[in-house]
């Protein structure tokens, strides 16, 4: 076996498809549609060139023509200049007689050639056949050997191993060609060739190095010809030495007009020439373009995708852009379509809402405000969903946890599309538009590998079975790639592989997927030996697309030009293989096959259909080309250089008018890019005539009514060289049939039987089939049949299978659906929410509509067209609705329900609870929302690092805390797409004890209410406590509480020392501190300057009512509230007392365990801690009684003179 080479595609390129192929992968994609972006050859690595001849020394010497023993890249280079071959033209013949016209497509497939196919040398020089075993039919073709090509097979051609291993024969036709090498462009591995056509010579050319390592090209060159591409001329200079292009766009409505990118990672910049590439203009530009959009009409309007998905617009050609949108889904804008849409300048968009949603919209041209957005569908859909396709738009909506396939016929309402009811898609493609009818293929609920193929009637509504288990391939760039192909120039022809029974089959049908057939395989193969295949067992097998590995499968090719030829590569047997891979024509539309070719080739059209030329895929060099002017029964061989070429990819004509080819390769692995134009003027005689024409009639296996019709073409009559003018494509002639049972197809809801018939689907029940009766008095009562929307036929069974106009029935509402066109269950404060309301079955004219908002507004519609677009309502509270709809006439109703929950932004959520609180007690925790009512609010609580939260949907809970120690405390707020988050931190402790604060009243005028404020009074109330009493910093926390008045807790801890003490005795302590507070409240001594001239005093609450609070703001704790009761009690009690003892501390202890007796105040304590130098400076005071209704302001114990009693409380 050879070795394979990594020699990409070729590409045949074409006004409206390109195929692009990475050198790296050699990976396809072909893309059809208006970007103008024309598609690259990709060279071989020069490492994967370097052979020298002793690799190849089996093949004799005339392989190698031109060159001496060693390296031959010498003479190459010497020859290049002299290494046209020319044939002079007849006598008489006009250089422009024939001139470039644009190409049609070929079906929607741009025509590809493969280098690189393995060969089989054995076959080549080993001219007996082998004898077939006695297995199946199937197993004996697929397994034969490769045999030599039989001379009767061949015009003037010996053995298939005299192709390139022979001497040029004296009698070889020899090509008119010439050869120019693209000077210094040696590394250059991507090419991009424009050819426009349109009575033009001129040829524009792109090379490049792209660097596969970094993503980027390094190196690129321009290149013009205007000979057809005799010669080039480098453009370089013109352009700018240094600047480096990286693609190459043609206006698809005036191929005068180019447009050069540069790579984006040297200069931002488009050059646009107006002249064919003669000259150019650069302009700069704000942002990266990644693909570009023509408008199909206007050739100056584009669409430019930038990489941070902003669309941008130019009228200009490039010359000056416009910001039209931003955060625009890839590959989902689309240009308006004339009679269609409203204006001409229009845009449909695709843009991202949030993750996971998308919403449809159209902008005008220059204006794309907000109050210029049109939003033909109401509510969001799923991201990457929308496919704007001649008369029919398709989005996807999530409904109840599924996806929903809408379409909107003609720019009209969106309605579901209705496909039969157990399919469930998990993908759904668009694969035609064509002839007011919709192919879709669907990948249903149980399929990996396989699509179903369905087809619409005219709205693109009722779908129905089209064909099952179609094979389907990733693309190269995670596209779909299905294996349907349609056959150029006759319509309804298609092409499908099916998986049976696993295995991969081909079949064909007629009449546009009624009815499918195995292809029957040729009678004979190349030797002449009949080939024994009996369907269903064997079969011939296509490739219809090309696959991802081009040397393995083979490509399709036909033309609209030349009506019932097709060439495919393909295998005979009982199922569809990559191996053995021969060569297949038909020229009466795949009723016969005759094998042509035993290796793979790509076949081009040349004279408009006329004749083919065939290229051999090989990692060889070659000197030769097959021509056949016979619809391929037979092949003629010519040179077309002296020195064999590798080749690497092949530009056909545009319009095959020019009768001009050229092939790109190398010579060896040093030389550089060769351009071989090939002429094939010289081998015509003369124009062709109406003479030169033959009529062929259309038949499938005898039948002549096909689609309702007999269609007549005309073709060329074999083996006239002739040249085809323009004005001589192929007419033809048509005559309507007689309606029979095969022109009709089975209608929704209806499956075909074996005997042909169509009856209804057990899910399906025929009463309810309509929905005109939804908007109109009468329907099409469906016989279970309906005729293709192409099919022609007249008279004959048309009445009897065709649908009966029907008054419709009075019957009782079914069906009805209600939901928000946004597809979910929340709703926005004071914003639209749109409802769609649906109903299967019902009479419009007596059934009337009364949709129930569930806030006390209800409104009724006398039928339900009144509501296509949807019912508005705008809700004023937040709360949950519930919303109804009701469709009733004299024979019963029917209701339907859903639940709305309507909310408002959140804007914040702030977490209340104590500051510090007492082990095992129950500490309470509250939220305040704001604004305080926004709807049905979750919440999350976490409670130091616990990884799983607590959910509640009520906004105050409690905890108890185990351990002494600080602890953090976490909640989320969530409602909708919005979660708001706030956390705090808790010290626990057995015991502590608390005051309430009260401020002077200027300090409330200050009050902003924010956290960050109370935060900052806290810490200089703290300070101040400090500096006036000398308690230690750690021992204090002040919380400041929310609301008005001001007010605040101030916390005294237990102090953090080692050692141990009566508990006792730490909180006598604690008491004894909290007296030393309280006195200096009581003394106003504690105060702190708000700013300049504004001075506060805090105070120890008393008999006081509790704060108010701002309930929009926040509240207090249940806790905070209780303990500035206590302290107002405790006040009174401890004024009665002090009438009679005057040594009793102040109170508010909180604490773990209480004792059984009270206490006892021992009035000797001895120091624990120094007194900060701070304190004794502020205070120097010696006393430690305090007479709480002293005059005298300013006398105060410091704590640091009161030391906890070693001994026992005593009992009081």
């Known amino acids: 076996m050879e070795p394979r080479y990594a020699f990409c595609l070729l590409v045949f390129f074409s006004s409206e498809c390109t195929l692009v192929v990475s050198a790296s992968t050699c990976t396809p994609d072909a893309r059809c549609g208006s970007s103008g972006r024309l598609a690259h050859i990709s060279a071989p690595p020069r490492e994967l060139l370097a052979q020298d001849l002793a690799h190849l020394e089996a093949l004799q010497t005339g392989d190698f023509l031109g060159y001496t023993e060693g390296d031959a890249s010498s003479e190459v280079a010497a020859e290049i200049a002299e290494s046209s071959t020319q044939v002079e033209p007849p006598s008489g013949w006009d250089e422009d007689a024939c001139c470039p016209q644009e190409e049609a497509t070929d079906g929607g497939h741009s025509k590809l050639s493969i280098p690189g196919y393995q060969n089989d040398a054995d076959s080549r020089e080993n001219g007996d056949a082998a004898e077939p075993t006695a297995d199946d039919a199937g197993r004996r073709w697929r397994g034969r050997r490769r045999t ?694 019902g009479l419009s004219s007596t059934t009337s509509i009364t949709v129930d908002f569930g806030d006390g507004t209800a409104i009724s519609y006398v039928n339900i067209s009144s509501i296509e677009d949807g019912v508005r309502h705008v809700y004023r509270k937040v709360g949950i609705y519930q919303v109804s709809a009701i469709a009733s006439n004299v024979l019963g109703f029917d209701r339907v329900t859903l639940y709305l929950h309507v909310t408002c932004q959140l804007e914040q959520v702030q977490l209340s609870a104590p500051s510090v609180a007492v082990k095992n007690k129950p500490v309470n925790f509250t939220t305040t929302l704001r604004p305080v009512s926004v709807g049905t609010v979750t919440y999350y609580w976490w409670f130091d690092n616990k990884t799983e939260p607590l959910l509640s949907l009520d906004g105050a809970t409690s905890f108890t805390f185990s351990l002494e120690g600080s602890h953090t405390v976490t909640v989320q707020a969530s409602i909708g797409n919005t979660v708001h988050q706030d956390r705090m931190t808790v010290a626990v402790y057995d015991y502590f004890q608390s005051h309430i604060l009260s401020f002077s009243s200027n300090l409330d005028d200050a009050n902003p209410g924010l956290p960050e404020w109370r935060s900052d009074i806290a810490r200089v109330v703290k300070r101040s406590v400090v500096q006036v009493t000398g308690i230690s910093e750690d021992q204090l926390v002040v919380t400041v509480l929310a609301g008005l008045p001001t007010t605040a807790e101030i916390f005294i801890l237990p102090e953090k020392r080692h050692g141990g003490g009566a508990a006792g005795g730490k909180r006598q302590h604690l008491q004894q501190l909290s007296q030393v507070l309280l006195s200096a409240l009581n003394q106003d001594l504690v105060q702190f300057t708000l700013k300049a001239g504004v001075q506060v005093n805090v105070y120890a609450s008393r008999l006081s009512p509790a704060p108010l609070v701002d309930g929009s703001e926040s509240s207090h704790s249940s806790t905070a509230v209780i303990m500035l009761v206590s302290v107002a009690l405790m006040g009174l009690v401890v004024f009665a007392i002090f009438k009679f003892k005057r040594k009793i501390p102040g109170l508010d202890t909180y604490t773990a365990e209480q004792p059984d007796k009270e206490q006892e105040v021992v009035p000797a304590v001895t120091s624990t801690a120094d007194a900060k130098p701070e304190a004794e400076k502020m205070t120097s005071l010696d006393a430690v009684d305090v007479q709480p209704d002293s005059k005298s302001r300013g006398y105060l114990p410091s704590h640091t003179d009161i030391k906890p009693s070693d001994e026992a409380p005593h009992v009081f």
């Open 148 to 841: 030599a090509r039989g001379a009767e097979t061949w015009v003037d051609l010996g053995g298939e191993g005299a192709h390139e291993a022979s001497y040029p024969d004296p009698v070889e036709v020899q090509l008119a060609s010439t050869t120019f090498a693209l000077a210094g462009d040696t590394a250059h591995n991507q090419a991009m060739v424009h050819w426009s056509g349109q009575n033009s010579s001129v040829i524009l050319m792109l090379t490049k190095y792209y660097d596969f390592s970094s993503g980027r090209v390094t190196e690129s060159s321009l290149w013009r010809s205007t000979d057809y591409g005799t010669t080039y001329e480098k453009l370089n200079e013109k352009v700018g030495p240094k600047t480096i292009l990286s693609y190459l766009y043609v206006s698809p409505n005036n191929k005068r007009k180019i447009m050069l990118l540069t790579d984006p990672e040297v200069e931002s910049s488009l050059l646009i020439s107006l002249d064919e590439g003669a000259s150019y203009q650069k302009h700069g530009l704000a942002f990266d373009i990644l693909s570009l959009l023509f408008h199909p009409e206007q050739e100056d309007w584009i669409l430019a995708y930038s990489h941070d998905q902003k669309l941008y617009v130019s009228v200009e050609f490039g010359r000056r852009w416009q910001l039209v949108h931003d955060s625009v889904v890839p590959n989902r804008f689309y240009w308006s379509r004339l009679g269609l849409d409203k204006e001409q300048g229009m845009i449909h968009l695709e843009i991202s809402v949030s993750d996971g949603r998308s919403q449809y919209i159209t902008c005008k041209l220059q204006n794309c405000s907000e109050g210029n957005k049109g939003k033909p569908f109401p509510g969001f859909i799923i991201p990457n969903s929308l496919v704007v396709q001649d008369e029919y738009v398709f989005i996807q909506v999530p409904t109840g946890g599924r996806s929903v396939h809408y379409v909107s016929y003609r720019r009209h309402s969106f309605y579901p599309v209705k496909l039969p009811k157990y399919t469930l898609p998990k993908d759904l493609q668009i694969i035609s538009t064509d002839d007011n009818q919709v192919v879709a293929a669907i990948q249903d609920w149980h399929q990996n590998n396989s699509y179903n193929l369905y087809m619409s009637e005219s709205r693109g509504l009722f779908f129905t079975l089209m064909l099952e288990n179609v094979v389907s391939s990733g693309g190269p760039e995670g596209n779909v790639m299905i294996d349907l192909y349609e056959v150029a120039g006759i319509k309804g022809v298609f092409l499908s592989n099916k998986v049976v029974e696993n295995q991969v089959k081909t079949y064909i049908t007629y009449n546009k997927g009624r009815d499918w057939r195995l292809l029957r395989a040729p009678a004979t193969d190349l030797q002449g030996k009949k080939v024994d295949c009996e369907q269903p067992y064997c079969s011939l097998h296509l490739h219809l697309h090309v696959s991802e590995n081009p040397y393995t499968s083979g490509n399709i090719v036909s033309k609209d030009t030349a009506p019932g030829i097709i060439i495919a590569s393909g295998v005979v047997g009982p199922e569809l293989s990559t191996t053995n891979v021969s060569v297949f024509i038909t020229s009466d539309a795949g009723n016969t096959w005759k094998e042509v070719f035993q290796e793979e080739y790509s076949v081009f059209f040349l004279n408009q259909g006329g004749s083919l030329v065939a290229i051999r895929h090989t990692p060889l060099p070659i000197r030769h080309i097959w021509l056949s002017f016979d619809e391929g029964r037979n092949w003629d061989k010519f040179s077309f250089t002296s020195l064999p070429l590798y080749v690497d990819g092949v530009l056909g004509e545009p319009g095959e008018d020019t009768l001009i080819m050229t092939i790109f390769g190398h010579f060896s692995h040093r030389s550089e890019w060769q351009l071989v134009k090939i002429d094939f003027r010289s081998i015509f005689q003369y124009r062709c005539t109406s003479e030169d024409y033959v009529t062929w009639q259309l038949d499938n296996e005898g039948e002549v009514c096909i689609m309702g019709m007999k269609r007549i073409f005309q073709k060329l009559r074999v083996n006239a060289r002739c040249v085809k003018a323009g004005e001589q494509y192929i007419s033809q002639m048509s005559d309507s049939c007689p309606c029979t049972e095969a022109d009709f197809e089975c209608d929704y809801g209806f499956e075909r039987q074996l005997d042909g018939s169509c009856t209804p689907a057990f899910w399906f029940v025929p009463s309810a089939t309509s929905r005109d009766c939804i908007t109109g008095d009468s329907f099409l009562n469906s016989t279970g049949y309906r005729r293709a929307l192409s099919n022609n036929c007249t008279d004959g069974t048309l009445l009897k299978y065709s649908p009966k106009w029907q008054k419709c029935p009075s019957q009782v509402p079914k069906g009805l659906q209600l939901f928000t066109s946004e597809g979910v269950l929340v709703a926005t404060l004071y914003k639209n929410v749109t409802f769609l309301v649906f109903l299967e079955e």
